[in-house]
């Protein structure tokens, strides 16, 4: 079994200050995880994941997660946010890989003020 | 490439009703997905399908059916509609092989069952 806890339900963070969202997971395997982000009425967006490698994975919009295996964790971070980055953030685990039975955790929201 | 589709977005249905929730990828991907979403949780997997002909169940799969007759579908059965199904569904694809990993989401299906 595989579990998820996103430990914040919402992180307030003023314009072009640095955030961290935080996740841990439990799994009793090798596993696989993601980040992806949702806007408000859309389906998710995968914004990164670790699958195997180096475990600093980056997306294209400036966030990065470490793979932290000693610890069972996979925070996100930005070091400078913009208002169009308010979202929700979900992080999930997969055991199995592109056949994704993937569990999720319950959502961060991010909300970004100016 | 209109990538994962769905459809209706918006449907309320009275107890006992049934319907379908289409959802279609033109992105050739093997691996489909049912999530359901409700209010301040993560997604929650319904079913899921690794190629046509080849479904499985997901964590909550009771009161849902599906099938996949062809690589580019995968409807989702909903035979004796309850309250508690009232949700949002998303349907989502992926592909995955050595070095690459890919995932869609389609926008999603508002579902009320009063």
Known sequence: ?114 | NAGVTQTPKFRILKIGQSMTLQCTQDMNHNYMYWYRQDPGMGLKLIYYSVGAGITDKGEVPNGYNVSRSTTEDFPLRLELAAPSQTSVYFCASSYWTSGKYEQYFGPGTRLTVT
């Open chain 1, 1 to 114: 079994a595989q579990s998820v806890t996103q430990l914040d339900s919402q992180v307030p963070v003023f314009e072009e200050a640095p955030v961290e969202l935080r996740c841990n997971y439990s799994s009793s395997v090798s596993v696989y995880l993601f980040w992806y982000v949702q806007y408000p009425n859309q389906g998710l967006q995968l914004l990164l994941k670790y699958l195997s490698g180096s475990t600093l994975v980056e997306s294209i919009n400036g966030f990065e997660a470490e793979f932290n295996k000693s610890q069972t964790s996979f925070h996100l971070r930005k070091p400078s946010v913009h208002i169009s980055d308010t979202a929700e953030y979900f992080c999930a685990v997969s055991a199995s890989g592109g056949a994704g039975k993937s569990t999720f955790g319950d959502g961060t929201t991010l909300t970004v003020k100016p």
